[in-house]
């Protein structure tokens, strides 16, 4: 049997450990407590409580406004908690003491909104971090990119300029760049809202093959099909808190509270 296989048949193992809720609680790699946001006057997350276990995949649903992306930016230290505590990996970034760059390596984060940068090629995208804050060599970040770009299936756009991409190609290519930084949790916000339809797929399949790999991964989503097949774990917030939590099984199948039926309703 292949190294390869072997590390899948391990992720599987490790996934089917999330899904039979085996996961201990030393395999926690995010802690949240009670976490507030506010904006002024307007708070638009009145105290969020929620662990994740180390291969865990966490779709998040919820109506616009509801906090979703406000909850993301905070896990990667984008905004600043008003209360609370969130301890990442085993820091509290919600303390100004932790080195939050430090912990922000670990957490690679992808948007609706791909921001490449222009001046750069494809390959130079993704080698960007790695050479510069992590002081990897150019010919084995080079390297690395390429083996990103072949894993997203675009390594021979290695030194085209991303803007002769098309949507779905530059969301894989930030897709990329995000794990070119290994990091131990991904956080996508609605990482394929602004695609044209026929672009979800591809982007979509990037992220189910990084589930079954084992990746820890928190999704924002408007992709109900998708949630429910590759989520271990569904939140459905509404108004800044967590309204209902479950399984797909039980939050698309058995929702409990009327919001979350409303909701679904609307978009099922
Ligand atoms: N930087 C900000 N300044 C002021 N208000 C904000 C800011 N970011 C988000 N909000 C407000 O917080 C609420 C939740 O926003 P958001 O987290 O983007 O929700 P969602 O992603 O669920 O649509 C909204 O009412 C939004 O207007
Ligand atoms: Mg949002």
């Known amino acids: 049997m292949s190294e390869a296989t072997n590390a899948t048949n391990a992720t599987n193992t490790q ?25 002024g006057g307007n708070e638009v997350l009145k105290g969020i409580n929620c662990q994740v276990h180390a291969g865990e995949v966490i779709s998040i649903i919820g109506p616009s406004g509801a906090g979703k992306s406000t909850f993301l930016r905070c896990l990667n230290g984008l905004d600043t908690p008003s209360s609370g505590s969130i301890v990442v990996l085993g820091d509290d970034i919600a303390d100004p003491k932790t080195n939050i760059d430090k ?30 804050i992590k002081k990897v060599p150019a010919d084995k970040a080079r390297a690395r990119a390429l083996e990103l770009l072949r894993m997203v299936g675009l390594e021979e756009k290695a030194d085209a300029n991303p803007e002769s991409l ?13 794990l070119a930084m290994d990091p131990q949790i991904m956080l996508f916000d609605e990482a394929t809202s602004a695609l044209d339809p026929e672009m979800v797929g591809d982007v979509l399949q990037v992220i189910r093959d990084l589930a079954k790999k084992g990746m820890t ?42 919001r979350l039926r409303s909701f679904l309703s609307k978009v099922l």
């Open 15 to 39: 996934n089917d450990a999330v899904k039979n809720g085996d996961m201990q609680k030393s395999d926690v790699v995010i802690d949240v407590k009670d976490l507030r946001k506010s904006f």
């Open 103 to 132: 912990t922000r390596e670990h957490i690679g984060m992808v948007f609706q909104h791909f921001n490449l940068f222009p001046n750069m090629t494809v390959a130079e995208n993704i080698t960007l971090a790695p050479t510069l």
């Open 166 to 178: 098309s949507g779905g190609q530059k969301q894989r290519v930030a897709i990329a760049r995000s």
């Open 217 to 258: 991964m928190l999704l924002v989503t408007h992709e109900m099909a998708f949630a429910r097949e590759v989520s271990t774990r569904v939140i459905f917030t509404d108004a800044g808190v967590i309204e209902e939590e479950g399984t797909p099984e039980q939050v698309f199948g058995n929702p409990q509270s009327p």
